[in-house]
């Protein structure tokens, strides 16, 4: 059956979806795209439902084993935001899990990093790094807005992300755990690149104003600087997570 009224209850569902509120009501979000959809059906991603548009889709998906609703043009559009849609979205469910239950030795955390396109692009580098394990804020942007998940090309399907509501206090019971937290300060002594990860780390990242708050910095075992030859008075908050991540994966592999 095609869908080709606006207000079938599955499409103003979806629409919602749009606002964090009702992702987290329904603990619900959506990704669109041709890519985004078949690395979430690689990943074996909780899908409920696939929405297609045969007119707008350039090319057969394998979709047999998932529910899956037709649409017409003007039903798709009405849905998507995206300037030139794909024709297919997927209904997926939130898949969060909890850090504390795995023995990574490091993990990253956003301290109110707000900017969607710099917290996908975070996600996206720690991926890349083999990095998998994050904690961010709940002032951060949601990770499930649907600017974030495109911007993380599929990344979000591998890296565990956990909200803390007290990030000082998540921080804290990690480092009872044996873990060294490590933040960026321009008050720091060394650079970067004398960290040491012999230890279980956690890499704070703070927000793009403000830096890491001070009741992180208190607790801090670790404070470190990147290298700011210019006037500019920070660095976007995505370039340090790279090269931090990237310093790690230096360490680790050489």
Do not use: W
Not at 79 to 84: C, H, P, R
Not at 231 to 248: D, F, G, I, K
């Amino acid at each position: 059956m095609m869908i080709t009224s606006k207000e079938n209850e599955t499409i103003k569902h979806i629409k919602s979806l749009n606002q964090k509120k009702y992702r987290d009501e329904y603990g619900e979000y959506f990704v669109e795209g041709i890519k985004m959809v078949q690395e979430a059906i690689s990943e074996k991603m909780p899908i409920k439902k696939i929405i297609i548009c045969e007119e707008l889709l350039p090319q057969k998906i394998d979709v047999k084993n998932y529910d899956v609703d037709y649409v017409d043009k003007k039903v798709f559009t009405s849905i998507t935001d995206t300037v030139s849609p794909q024709g297919i979205l997927a209904l997926m469910t939130k898949n969060e899990r909890i850090i504390s239950e795995c023995n990574a030795d490091i993990i990253f955390a956003l301290d109110d990093v707000q900017d969607p396109g710099n917290v996908g692009t975070i996600i996206r580098t720690l991926d890349c790094a083999g990095i998998n394990n994050l904690i961010i804020s709940s002032k951060c942007a949601d990770v499930y807005n649907p600017k974030v998940v495109r911007s993380t090309m599929g990344a979000i399907f591998r890296v565990s992300i956990q909200e803390e509501k007290d990030l000082v206090y998540a921080l804290k019971k990690k480092q009872s755990e044996g873990y060294q937290i490590i933040v960026t300060s321009l008050d720091a002594i060394s650079y970067y690149d004398t960290l040491d990860f012999n230890s279980k780390s956690i890499i704070v990242i703070g927000n793009e104003s403000k830096g890491v708050q001070d009741e992180i910095q208190k607790i801090a075992d670790v404070k470190t600087k990147i290298p700011m030859l210019g006037r500019t008075e920070s660095l976007n908050a995505s370039v340090a997570a790279s090269l931090m991540a990237y310093e790690y994966l230096r360490k680790k592999r050489y």
